[in-house]
C-alpha cells in the first residue's frame, strides 16, 4: 500500500464475493476497511459490490462507518454479479431476481447515505423508518458495474457513474451517453459523472511475456480459458498499455481499474503507475 501511494497511484481496487466458484473470495468493504487504515490518503474502491446478496441498511452502516474513518477516500462500485450462480444461492437469492434486487437495495441505500430516514417496504427488502448517520461527508460516489444496457441504465438512474469492463471503446462511449441520457430523462441534473473502465492487464517487456504472465493468472480466477478474455485483457510494455486504453478516455472514461499482473509486487505497482503517468500526461 505504502509502494502504491508513493508511486502516485490514485486508488486501491477490491473486488467482492462471499463464496465464488467453490467458497473463494473477500468481503468487498472490508478489504477496503483494511486498506484504508494502512495509509492516510491512498483512495480505495470496491469494484464491485454484490449488494443485491446483502441488506441496502446494514450495508449504508458498513459504508458510513468507513466514510467517517476515510472521509473522501471511498468510491463504492455496486454490481449484480452472476458469474457464478451458486455463489448467490447459497445466500438464498434467486439469481433471476439480482437485478431487481439490487435496483431496490440501492433506492434504500442512497437516501440513506444522504442522512435521510426512509420507510420502506418492497418485493425484498422492509425498511421501516430507517435511518444511518452520519451521512458521509463528502458523500460516497456509487458507480454501478456491468455490460447491459439494463446496467448502463441502472447507472444513469441511480448511480454516479458507470464502472464498465470486457467492452469496446465504441461501446464505452455509447453507454456514457445512455446512461447520462437516462439520468436527464429522469429528472437527474448536477451530476459529477465518474464513468470508469476496470481492466486485466498482463506487464512484460513483450506481449508474449505478458500474455504467459496474465493467462494463467485469468483462468486461475475465473475458472475458464484465457482466450475468452484475452480480446479485452492488453499485454506487453505500460507504453502499449496506456496506448490501448487511451481511446477510453476519449470516451468519457475518469477512472480505471486495473489489475496488474506481472513478475513481483514491485513490476505491478511501478507497471500501472507509468500506466497512469502516460494516460494523464
Not at 490514485?10 to 476497511?33: E, K, N, P, Q, Y
Not at 478474455?229 to 490501448?244: C, K, L, M, N, Q
Request: hydrophobic share 45%.
Amino acid at each position: 500500500v505504502q509502494a502504491a501511494a508513493e508511486a502516485g497511484l490514485d486508488h486501491l481496487v477490491t473486488a467482492d464475493h462471499i463464496s465464488f466458484f467453490g467458497g473463494r473470495g473477500r468481503d468487498g468493504l472490508m478489504t477496503v476497511s483494511w486498506l484504508a487504515g494502512l495509509h492516510p490518503a491512498i483512495g480505495v474502491y470496491v469494484g464491485v459490490y454484490l449488494l443485491a446478496l446483502r441488506h441496502p441498511v446494514a450495508v449504508a452502516r458498513q459504508v458510513s462507518t468507513l466514510a467517517d474513518q476515510a472521509p473522501g477516500r471511498l468510491t463504492f462500485g455496486v454490481g449484480v454479479g452472476g458469474e457464478d450462480r451458486h455463489e448467490m444461492e447459497v445466500v438464498g437469492v434467486d439469481p433471476a431476481t439480482r437485478g431487481r434486487r439490487t435496483d431496490e437495495a440501492l433506492d434504500v441505500l442512497r437516501p440513506l447515505l444522504a442522512g435521510k430516514t426512509v420507510d420502506h417496504y418492497g418485493e425484498f427488502y422492509d425498511a421501516p423508518e430507517a435511518a444511518v448517520l452520519p451521512a458521509p461527508a463528502p458523500p460516497v460516489p456509487i458507480t454501478v458495474g456491468g455490460r447491459s444496457d439494463a446496467a448502463v441504465r441502472r447507472a444513469g438512474l441511480r448511480g454516479d457513474g458507470w464502472l464498465a469492463s470486457w467492452c469496446s471503446p465504441r461501446r464505452f462511449a455509447e453507454g456514457v451517453a445512455l446512461a447520462e441520457a437516462t439520468a436527464a430523462e429522469a429528472g437527474r441534473t448536477g451530476v459529477f459523472w465518474q464513468h470508469g473502465y476496470q481492466i486485466w492487464v498482463g506487464l512484460g517487456d513483450t506481449p508474449a511475456e505478458g500474455a504467459a504472465l496474465l493467462g494463467p493468472a485469468m483462468e486461475r480466477f475465473y475458472g475458464a480459458p484465457y482466450s475468452a478474455f484475452e480480446r479485452y485483457s492488453p499485454v506487453g510494455t505500460p507504453a502499449h498499455i496506456a496506448d490501448w486504453l487511451r481511446p477510453y478516455v476519449d470516451a468519457g472514461a475518469v477512472d480505471f481499474n486495473i489489475a496488474p499482473i506481472a513478475a513481483t509486487d514491485a513490476e505491478r505497482v511501478a507497471g500501472a503507475a507509468e500506466i497512469r503517468r502516460l494516460l494523464t500526461a
